[in-house]
């Protein structure tokens, strides 16, 4: 799916297909590319979130910008999520560490366990924002776990976003283990600062993803340098 992602976005971005442009349709991409419909939809949904093309209703994939700006997650941009996220996630991280409760942390460890055996995306992406939201609930404060599940389905489409084209799943799965040792501790400053390396890792892998592609996929199927 990424090398096929790689080689609309770098069409897109050389001009081979224009601003307005519709994309060949399903069938001929998946005939040139040699590559199944399911992988292909997956890009094609990738070029979406990063703002690059929309799809109408009966009428195909159209091209509406040649580089990729702010990725959207659901109703909101990436850059405005990770600053609300900032802004919310790390002080409850820090509340979360003084206020748990032995059932908040209970359930906490069975959510790492759960997820550090889940190999299916789509679970391991409903464990994860089950996750963040255990760590405002651990917080005591039930405006800030309604703040999470007002953004749920942003953090939900970030996370499959950065899985599917990141890799970021064992990745996180080590940071979120390393938040809930500072729970454990109960230690405040240790809670701020793995969830503000959480959250900036986040940053980093989608940065890189939205970075200009350099790899391109041959209609062949194969991948030129």
């Known amino acids: 799916?990424?090398?096929?992602?790689?080689?609309?976005?770098?069409?897109?971005?050389?001009?081979?297909?224009?601003?307005?442009?519709?994309?060949?349709?399903?069938?001929?991409?998946?005939?040139?590319?040699?590559?199944?419909?399911?992988?292909?939809?997956?890009?094609?949904?990738?070029?979406?979130?990063?703002?690059?093309?929309?799809?109408?209703?009966?009428?195909?994939?159209?091209?509406?910008?040649?580089?990729?700006?702010?990725?959207?997650?659901?109703?909101?941009?990436?850059?405005?999520?990770?600053?609300?996220?900032?802004?919310?996630?790390?002080?409850?991280?820090?509340?979360?560490?003084?206020?748990?409760?032995?059932?908040?942390?209970?359930?906490?460890?069975?959510?790492?366990?759960?997820?550090?055996?889940e190999t299916d995306t789509t679970s391991w992406v409903a464990l994860d924002t089950l996750f963040h939201l255990a760590i405002a609930e651990a917080a005591q404060n039930p405006v800030f776990r309604r703040v999470i599940e007002e953004i749920r389905d942003a953090l939900a489409r970030q996370s499959a976003f950065l899985n599917e084209l990141g890799g970021r799943r064992e990745q996180s799965n080590r940071e979120h283990q390393a938040i809930v040792e500072a729970l454990v501790d109960g230690c405040e400053p240790d809670a701020v600062a793995a969830m503000?390396?959480?959250?900036?890792?986040?940053?980093t892998t989608l940065t890189d993803i939205v970075r200009p592609v350099r790899t391109e996929l041959s209609p062949e199927g194969g991948r030129d340098a």
Do not use: W
């Open 196 to 203: 503000a390396h959480h959250l900036d890792r986040v940053e």
């Open 1 to 117: 799916m990424e090398a096929v992602l790689g080689h609309l976005r770098a069409a897109i971005e050389n001009g081979t297909y224009a601003v307005g442009d519709k994309l060949p349709s399903e069938a001929e991409l998946c005939r040139s590319l040699e590559v199944s419909r399911p992988v292909l939809r997956e890009a094609l949904r990738a070029l979406q979130t990063m703002g690059l093309t929309v799809s109408k209703t009966g009428k195909g994939t159209f091209v509406v910008a040649h580089t990729v700006e702010d990725p959207t997650f659901g109703d909101y941009a990436a850059s405005d999520l990770l600053e609300v996220r900032r802004h919310v996630e790390i002080p409850v991280a820090g509340y979360a560490a003084l206020r748990r409760s032995p059932e908040n942390l209970d359930h906490l460890a069975h959510l790492l366990e759960r997820m550090d055996r």
